[in-house]
C-alpha cells in the first residue's frame, strides 16, 4: 500500500530560527511531489511541487528537498517566523494520474 | 478572482438528514477535487471531476455520498442520509490543465459539517 510519512508529528520552535520538516514515502510508481501549508482554519495552499528529475525547489523562505532513490522529501524553512505556524502536508503522486497519497502533516508552532 | 467559494461553511445537522455542500471553482479550471479532512485520517481525496465529467470516484465512501458536476462553474456533494463519522471538514479544491499532472490545486475554505 502507498504510504506516505511525516515526522515530527508536532514541533516548537523560536522565532527566527530555522527547521527542517520530513517527508517519506513508499508510492509507485512516482509523479509528483508536493508540499502544502495549511493555516488554522483554512484550506491548503501549494508551497512547491516537484517531479521524478527536481532536487530542490524554493519558495521564499521555503525550500523542498527530493531524494527519488530513498524516496524521501524535506522542507526546510528559514529564519521562521509567526505566520510559519501553521500544518505542512506532504502529497504524493502516483504516475497514473490524480491518485493522491497524503501524509497526516506535521503541526508547526512558532513562539516569540 | 475570487478563488474557490464554498457554502456553506459550517453546517450543524441531525443524524439522518440530507446535507448538499456547494462549490463554485475558480473560473477557467477544467479540474475539480473533493476532499474530506478529519484529525483522524488527515485530507482524503473523495472524488475529481475533469471538464464537469467525473474521473475517480473511488474515494467516496460508500452510497451515501455522491457528486455532481452540472456545468464548469458550480459542483455539490451530497450526504443522504447522514451519520455522525461524517462530521469533518469538507474542502473543494481547482487546478487548471497544464500539460502533465504536476499542477496545484487552489483550495476553497472549507465547510466545517457536524452532524449529531
Known amino acids: 500500500k502507498n504510504q506516505v510519512e511525516q515526522s515530527p508529528q508536532s514541533l516548537i520552535i523560536l522565532e527566527g530560527k530555522n527547521c527542517t520538516l520530513q517527508c517519506n514515502y513508499t508510492v509507485s510508481p512516482f509523479s509528483n511531489l508536493r508540499w502544502y501549508k495549511q493555516d488554522t482554519g483554512r484550506g491548503p495552499v501549494s508551497l512547491t511541487i516537484?517531479?521524478?528529475?527536481?532536487n530542490t525547489k524554493s519558495n521564499g523562505r521555503y525550500t523542498a528537498t527530493l531524494d527519488a532513490d530513498t524516496k524521501q522529501s524535506s522542507l526546510h524553512i528559514t529564519a521562521s517566523q509567526l505566520s510559519d505556524s501553521a500544518s505542512y502536508i506532504c502529497?504524493?503522486?502516483?504516475?497514473?494520474?490524480?491518485?493522491?497519497?497524503f501524509g497526516k502533516g506535521t503541526s508547526l508552532l512558532v513562539t516569540p | 478572482d475570487a478563488g474557490v467559494i464554498q457554502s456553506p461553511r459550517h453546517e450543524v445537522t441531525e443524524m439522518g438528514q440530507e446535507v448538499t455542500l456547494r462549490c463554485k471553482p475558480i473560473?477557467?479550471?477544467?479540474?475539480l477535487f473533493w476532499y474530506r479532512q478529519t484529525m483522524m485520517r488527515g485530507l482524503e481525496l473523495l472524488i475529481y471531476?475533469?471538464?464537469?465529467?467525473?474521473?475517480?470516484d473511488s474515494g467516496m465512501p460508500e452510497d451515501r455520498f455522491s457528486a455532481k458536476m452540472p456545468n464548469a462553474s458550480f459542483s455539490t456533494l451530497k450526504i443522504q442520509p447522514s451519520e455522525p463519522r461524517d462530521s469533518a471538514v469538507y474542502f473543494c479544491?481547482?487546478?487548471?490543465?497544464?500539460?502533465?499532472?504536476?499542477?496545484?490545486?487552489?483550495f476553497g475554505p472549507g465547510t466545517r459539517l457536524l452532524v449529531l
Open positions: 516537484m517531479t521524478f528529475s527536481e
Open positions: 473560473s477557467g479550471h477544467d479540474y
Open positions: 471531476f475533469n471538464n464537469n465529467v467525473p474521473i475517480d
Open positions: 479544491a481547482s487546478s487548471p490543465y497544464i500539460q502533465g499532472l504536476a499542477e496545484t490545486q487552489y
Open positions: 502529497v504524493v503522486s502516483e504516475d497514473s494520474g490524480y491518485a493522491l497519497n
